[in-house]
Structures are given as C-alpha cells and as structure tokens.
C-alpha cells in the first residue's frame, strides 16, 4: 500500500519513506555550525515541523553530508567511504533513519541508490531523501547544472522529461518493487526560492 500526504504539483522538496525492513567504519558526525549547504538552509523550518523529532531518532546514517549533518551525532558517508550508490559492507537494517540531502542527483542509477539506501533502514525506520526540484533549482530543461557539473539528473514530481528529468516518485515506487514500505510525504518547500 502507497500513502502520498502531498498533492503532486511538479515540484520536490523531501521525501519520507517508512520501509519494513559487514559495516564499513564510519564515525559519528557533529554540526559544526551548519556550513551553509541545503541542510542547515532547512535546520529552522525543520525544528518548527518537529522534524527531527520525528524522523531522526536512533542511529542515523546521513548520506552525502560533507561538513552539514542533519543532526549531531549521526553516521555520515561521503567520497571517502566509497559510492553511495551501493552503499558496500553496510549491512543491511542496520540504521534507525538514513537521510540524503542534494546527492540523489549525483547517482548514475537513482533505482540502485534508493534499492541501496533503503536496504540499510531497519523496519520501521525512515528513508529520508531530500533533492533539488528542476523547475525552483535549476530553471531549466537539461542538463548540464548551473550550478554543479557533477549532476546527472534533474527532478520532478509525477512527470519525467528526456532526456534529463526523471519522476523522483516512480523512480522510487520502481527501484522498491516487492519491499513493503509506505511513502509518508512528498513534500515541497518554496522558502528561499524566487
């Protein structure tokens, strides 16, 4: 069963999944003041939703987190832990939340990475993806970025459009068949957007 809380409307900011289901040494993370990436830009607004309290409880793993945790004290995994579209010698359920701030556009396969990252949630747990939206980041059709060479794809919400967009809901819904998980919210947030 498939429960969207959002109304498609073209546009992305996060998504939550609940999913129901040989560890590589990471060390546990500390804010340092949020760096000014997309995550400490979401801190307060998050901390108004109750976010954190909500979804980030447990032992987290934050991927593609740089110097920018979503919460202090949780795993992070970056370039240097190895690629984050396989997410090798992590083993499976083995984190109470797994979140991704702007690095699903980064994976040559998004269905590999999400299988992956959602691999690694315990059951009950949450998947947390967090992405840019084409049309409110990029404001424009194709790729190459405007601002970051490395993108491979571009996002929408219920609608792909070669050769660069891809729909970030079937992506997922296709890179899960046969898991059992709920899509809690697809969700999009304006602030800081012209």
């Known amino acids: 069963m498939i429960y969207l809380e959002a109304i498609y409307d073209d546009e992305l900011d996060e998504i939550v999944v609940v999913p129901k289901r040989k560890f590589v040494q990471l060390g546990a993370i500390h804010t340092l003041g949020h760096c000014g990436g997309e995550t400490g830009k979401a801190k307060l607004r998050r901390e108004r939703e109750g976010f954190f ?58 269905q590999i990475a999400i299988k992956n990252w959602f691999r690694v949630v315990k059951k009950g747990g949450f998947l947390i993806i967090y992405g840019p939206q084409r049309d409110l980041y990029e404001k424009q059709k194709c790729l190459p970025s405007r601002f970051n060479p490395h993108h491979k794809h571009m996002f929408l919400v219920g609608k792909a459009e070669k050769p660069d967009t891809l729909d970030i809901v079937d992506e997922l819904r296709q890179a899960l068949v046969g898991q059992e998980y709920m899509i809690e919210y697809v969700r999009t947030c304006h602030d800081g957007y012209k």
Do not use: T
């Open 53 to 110: 309290e909500k979804y980030c409880n447990g032992r987290g793993l934050d991927i593609g987190c740089g110097k920018d945790p979503v919460v202090d004290g949780c795993y992070g995994w970056d370039l240097e832990n190895g690629d984050a579209q396989y997410l090798e010698n992590v083993e499976n359920e083995s984190f109470d939340f797994v979140y991704s701030s702007h690095c699903i556009e980064h994976m040559y396969d998004v």
